[in-house]
């Protein structure tokens, strides 16, 4: 099982070489809402404090939504009214793929387009 929320954020922060009170200064929340946390008094940070974050620690954003175990609110904004979208992810849901089937759709997504999705090609 991977790392819990908490745990992630204090990895990352301390291999950033931060204290919580840096990050907490960075990210402009307060400190105690960063131990609270790292601590797991607290399930996850909103979407925006993990964007926020993440950009100060360099590291991507989905480390911490998969930790939290949930989606970011704009992909369930992006798939409302995408019907074939959702069928999709629920058939990969339910084939349980390993990480490594994962990334081989998502470069099979990527050659649709020729090119890497992401950069809208």
Request: some cysteine; charged content about 30%.
């Amino acid at each position: 099982m991977g790392a819990t929320f908490g745990e992630l954020l204090r990895e990352k922060r301390r291999a950033a070489g931060l204290s919580q009170r840096q990050l907490a200064e960075r990210a402009s929340v307060d400190f105690s809402y960063i131990s609270k946390l790292e601590n797991g008094r607290l399930p996850a940070a909103a979407d925006e404090t993990v964007i926020r974050i993440c950009a100060i620690l360099g590291c991507p954003a989905e480390e911490f939504f998969t930790a939290a175990k949930k989606l970011p609110a704009e992909l369930g904004e992006s798939l409302v009214g995408e019907p074939a979208a959702i069928r999709f992810l629920q058939e990969a849901s339910r084939l349980q793929l390993s990480q490594k089937e994962w990334e081989k759709m998502l470069g099979e997504l990527h050659g649709l387009r020729g090119g890497d999705a992401r950069e809208g090609k």
